[in-house]
């Protein structure tokens, strides 16, 4: 081999190598493309802990999934009003782009990896003519308030990584774990087709609690049953609001947000939710009635909730 071909040879191989990097970049840019990652958000300017929650965790998303949009939706109803989470999703799902939405609460954290395997299954099926959709998690964990900040004091690109099963002295509470799915709690992933087909999430629900859970009903019966994987979600700790006022913790059934007179405002609607569960000509009623703004009737009984 003249010393010529060595050089050429040499200057492939560096050129190789180069080609090789920028793919691996680009690629590494890419990750999460056609996600987009919809958080409904709104926090008075008291709720410092809530603000840096979702600082982080925005940070924590642009980082693990550089190729995906975060969009955080918002209701535009005045700050002494109790916030409607379904109105910020909905605002959220109106700008998104993506082929697959990634709805996550603020203060909700999961595995980047999780959220890639069911996107990834979603279009598989997609492909194959299957509806699919997930509530990514088993088990639902409340951080307790110094793993939250030992989390937040983490890198976003390198954050945290709590063991599983989780440790009891990370977690808040002594609620059942295993259930926090059977309500869709804290993310639930769809592709923008089940959302469009169901018509969104129900605007008459305004302060804490019911709408995720009548969500998922909604996408179960109106598009097709959810997935779950195993595995965690984690809760990031922040001062929860209640009847006597602000707490480290409140209890589920008596947990409200800002502005919320009293708890369990949503529970009629939750009820009729759940009675049309797995009956779609109700069921369909219920949501075309939700987009009117009709106002709720009647009172169904439905499983109160136990680990939230």
């Not at 996600?35 to 802990?49: E, G, K, T």
């Not at 959302?195 to 969104?200: K, Q």
């Not at 707490?247 to 369990?264: D, I, L, N, S, Y």
Request: aromatic content about 8%.
């Amino acid at each position: 081999m003249t010393h010529e071909t060595i050089m050429i040879t040499g200057e492939i191989i560096a050129l190789v190598g180069v080609l090789a990097a920028g793919v691996k970049l680009a690629l590494s840019r890419r990750k999460g493309q056609g996600i987009s990652i919809l958080i409904p958000f709104r926090a008075n300017v008291d709720q410092i802990q809530r603000l840096r929650n979702v600082v982080w965790l925005k940070r924590y998303w642009k980082a693990q999934l550089p190729g995906a949009e975060i969009i955080i939706g918002k209701d535009p109803q005045a700050a002494d009003a109790p916030f409607s989470k379904s109105v910020a999703v909905n605002d959220a799902a109106s700008k998104a782009s993506g082929d697959i939405f990634v709805i996550v609460d603020a203060d909700g954290y999961i595995s980047a990896d999780s959220v890639l395997h069911c996107a990834k299954e979603i279009r598989d099926a997609r492909k194959r003519g299957r509806k699919l959709w997930f509530v990514p998690y088993r088990k639902f964990f409340r951080l307790t308030e110094a793993a939250s900040q030992s989390l937040l004091q983490s890198h976003p690109k390198k954050p945290l990584k709590f063991p599983e099963p989780l440790p009891q002295e990370f977690i808040l509470g002594d609620t059942d774990p295993t259930v926090g799915h059977w309500y869709g709690a804290m993310i639930q992933i769809c592709p923008r087709e089940a959302f469009e087909a169901v018509g969104g999430w129900d605007e008459r629900f305004r302060g804490w609690g019911g709408e995720d859970h009548a969500a998922m009903r909604a996408m179960d019966t109106l598009y097709g049953l959810h997935m779950t994987l195993p595995g965690h979600v984690l809760h990031v700790w922040h001062p929860q609001i209640g009847p006597e006022g602000t707490k480290a913790q409140v209890h589920w059934k008596e947990r409200m947000w800002a502005g919320q007179g009293e708890p369990g405002a949503n529970d009629k609607l939750a009820g009729q939710y759940y009675g049309a569960y797995r009956n779609p000509e109700r069921m369909r009623k219920l949501v075309d009635e939700g987009k009117h703004g009709e106002p709720v009737v009647g009172h169904h009984k439905h499983p109160r909730r136990r680990s939230m």
